[in-house]
């Protein structure tokens, strides 16, 4: 009998999720820690290693409250307290959040928030979305109503007409003519203002009064708010010549310092009640630590990856293409 002892390497998912780590670029690996931020009440993701005591007093109350109102079980949203530049659609994030809408409302919130134009507009084909999704038309536009709430007043519009009809709606100047003027407004141009308002049944002169309140608004209200930040290539490490020898070094600004509230931990164990609670912080906690490590591990192998590039193409970063 011929017995054979084999070895093979068992990928755990954790070991899975390192490795897949290491692969991420600085720009998706900080979009993957918001992620996690999001769902995991106890990680916190700053700029700085140096959290400011307030700071931490202030998380620490969101936290406990969090808690108490039983919203932990739903995910733990921490944007509107963290610091960034205010875009359009950072400033209707902020407005979303705190809307009452469920889970299916908010996915559909998501869909509309990633197909709003900088000018305000949507560009989104709702029929077909819904029927990709398997979601009622009605619900869909049940939330897009609900964002088109949001200020400034006029975004989420699919349309010019929706747009002004949205604004005159707030100042309290929406009448049937107006609507009526609205609603084909796209014909104007084409008809001019004379042909046009025999068209619809209007006067001349009210539309002429109708169009110097149009001239008024603003066609485009999420320009208010300017464009999305560029997101600056980082790189992971440099390399620098030092005494003649070839030097790498990991960039400090490429390190996300993710950071586990651990007094927020112990805090939130003693006001546990029931075991599934318990188990739900332990769970995040372990988790918690988890990637911390796993992005201190990261730092490691990028730094030893670069080392031996630099050490196989030592002719070229010397020398250059020769």
């Known amino acids: 009998m011929d017995i054979r002892g084999t070895q093979q390497l068992m990928m755990t998912p954790r070991l899975q999720q390192s490795i897949k780590l290491l692969q991420l670029s600085f720009i998706e690996l900080n979009a993957y820690l ?15 290693a140096c959290l400011p005591k307030e700071q931490e007093r202030e998380d620490d109350h969101i936290l406990k409250e969090t808690f ?12 509107a307290h963290m610091t960034e530049t205010v875009t359009l659609k950072t400033h209707v994030l902020d407005q979303i959040i705190h809307m009452h809408l469920n889970k299916v409302e908010h ?4 869909i509309l928030l990633d197909s709003l134009q900088p000018s305000g507009y949507l560009d989104l084909n709702i029929e077909a ?20 709430s949001c200020d400034p007043i006029g ?3 699919r349309s010019p007409g929706e747009c002004f009809k949205m604004q ?3 100042m309290d100047k929406l009448n049937k ?3 009526l003027f609205l609603n084909n407004l796209e014909a104007l141009p084409s008809l001019g203002m004379q042909k046009f308002c025999k068209k619809i049944g209007i006067s001349l002169q009210e539309g002429q009064d109708i169009l110097q309140i149009i001239k008024g608004l603003n066609p485009k209200p999420g320009l208010a708010y300017g464009f999305e930040p560029i997101n600056a290539i980082l790189p992971d490490v440099f390399v620098f010549v030092d005494d003649d020898q070839l030097c790498v070094e990991l960039n400090d600004a490429a390190i996300p310092q993710l950071i ?15 075991k599934e609670e318990l188990n739900y912080i332990k769970a995040q906690y372990n988790h918690a630590n988890w990637l911390k490590g796993a992005l201190m591990q990261r730092c490691v192998n990028t730094l030893k990856i670069a080392e031996t590039i630099i050490e196989a193409q030592k002719d070229f970063f010397t020398h250059g293409i020769t």
């Open 129 to 148: 979305s819904a029927k990709a999704l398997k979601i009622d038309v009605e619900l869909f536009e049940g939330v897009l109503e609900k964002l088109q």
């Open 34 to 48: 918001q992620e996690q931020v999001m769902e995991n009440p106890l990680l916190e993701l700053h700029d700085s």
């Open 68 to 79: 108490q109102s039983g919203a932990i079980h739903e995910g733990f949203d921490k944007t």
């Open 168 to 170: 005159l709606k707030s």
């Open 260 to 274: 586990v509230n651990s007094d927020a931990y112990q805090e939130l164990k003693t006001r546990c009640r029931k």
């Open 155 to 157: 975004i989420f519009a």
């Open 107 to 110: 996915k559909i919130a998501e």
């Open 177 to 179: 003519n107006v609507v």
